[in-house]
């Protein structure tokens, strides 16, 4: 059972006054498992993996983890092996999700992975041959994904190396040492419709495919869409999807659609308790290098988040805030723990709410709104929020509360 939901929970609901602490970061965890449904009944009958890695793109990589399971996902992506190797050991088993780590340097944790029954991605030989090592000193085989590079330039194997790579891997899987449960890639530019690199890379995924079954592997798992792949191109969901940012209720590009468009509902709220309220005169600088000179006689009112706490430095002038019922913009550089907004001929009083970002449904700002003025993308608006910020989770399943899906998936 979860936590029964009050009106005095909900952000929007809440008093304009907030108390303690100074900001915080709102989770609606109901919004991510509507999210994650309205995923997996979109792009069924693949599976969908829910990406956590980034400390769950800002939003708590636990709390977020079991709401995805409770959701009905099997399968959670993390970036590093720490990030693995918390899940397990907050419990998060392999009977209850399959997890995925794909950012492996030498010297890595292969051997505590592989005990902890993590599956790995490998992207070539110097990795495959640091695995068998591991594998051969913890005495258990491992579950590997092998990453073809089909086009984006970062990790993955190359097509001229792949066919030596899915070679040696089924070596060591005829000897027992591993099985390859999955092979994948990674768009480079789903997010853009008809991108060229998008058919080229289908193909060369394609092609990866049938090099690895003529070395004699059959995964269980093929993957290659993210977000923008899942939810725009219906070829490449293979058997399993990635999905992160649009598990969190963001678009994964504007061009591709608003959240309600896609029908997503943005999982943060990030807000913050006003610090203090003054009146000065025209003429007046605000903030590092009077990049702002209030017009004539106004009221100013400083809001206690900065750079230190993820703000964008350079949305200094430009920044979104709702405060006293109107939408402000930040006056001024924006400092390591607070910034200015100049309420005009308004009055807001201290501990009023200032909403920098939220769902968008009482007409505050969005994180897409944030990522426009700070010419980003919404991805760094909410991962970039950091820990000086904490996170308060909405609707959050008790750990002991069973995931298991009603479907049977």
């Known amino acids: 059972m979860r936590e029964p939901e009050s009106s005095a929970a909900h952000p929007a609901a809440r008093s304009a006054t907030l108390p303690a602490p100074r900001a915080e970061a709102v989770v609606d965890l109901d919004a991510l498992r509507a999210n994650v449904r309205t995923l997996r009944e979109r792009v069924g009958p693949a599976q969908v993996m829910t990406v956590v890695k980034a400390d769950a793109y800002g ?83 491992a579950r590997v994904h092998l990453k073809a590079d089909t086009g984006l330039g970062r990790n993955g194997c190359q097509p001229h190396d792949w066919p030596e790579l899915t070679a040696a891997a089924r070596a060591a899987e005829a000897e027992g040492l591993i099985r390859v449960v999955g092979v994948w890639s990674h768009f480079a ?19 990866a495919l049938e090099t690895a079954g003529r070395a004699g592997l059959r995964p269980e798992v093929r993957h290659i869409a993210n977000s923008a792949g899942a939810l725009t191109l219906p070829g490449a969901r293979y058997d399993l999807v990635r999905t992160g940012i649009a598990s969190y209720g963001l678009s994964p590009a504007p061009e591709l659609g608003s959240p309600a468009d896609l029908g997503l509902r943005p999982v943060m709220t990030l807000q913050a308790a006003v610090a203090l309220v003054k009146r000065v005169p025209g003429g007046h600088g605000v903030s590092y290098g009077h990049t702002y000179v209030t017009p004539g006689e106004t009221t100013l009112a400083l809001i206690p988040l900065g750079y230190a706490d993820g703000i964008p430095r350079h949305a200094g002038n430009a920044g979104p805030v709702q405060l006293a019922g109107k939408w402000r913009t930040v006056a001024g550089r924006v400092a390591m723990d607070q910034f200015v907004v100049d309420l005009g001929g308004d009055h807001a009083e201290v501990g009023d709410r200032a909403v920098l970002f939220g769902p968008g449904t009482d007409g505050e700002p969005t994180a897409e709104d944030w990522a426009r003025a700070a010419g980003t993308i919404g991805y760094e608006i909410v991962t970039r929020i950091g820990a000086r910020v904490p996170r308060r989770h909405l609707h959050a399943e008790p750990e002991e509360a069973g995931t298991r899906d009603p479907d049977g998936e």
Request: proline letters at 8%; one cysteine or more.
């Open 59 to 141: 939003h708590g990589m636990l709390p977020c983890a079991r709401a995805a399971l409770s959701a009905g996902v099997r399968w959670l992506g993390t970036a590093t092996p720490e990030e693995a190797l918390a899940l397990r050991a907050a419990g998060i088993g392999p009977d209850r999700a399959r997890v995925l780590c794909w950012l492996w340097t030498p010297g890595g944790p292969w051997a505590e992975a592989v005990a902890a029954d993590v599956d790995v991605s490998v992207s070539g030989r110097w990795a495959l041959d640091e695995l068998l090592a591991a594998v051969r000193a913890v005495g258990r085989p």
């Open 189 to 207: 530019a789903a997010d853009e419709p008809g991108h060229p690199s998008i058919e080229a890379q289908s193909t060369a995924f394609r092609e």
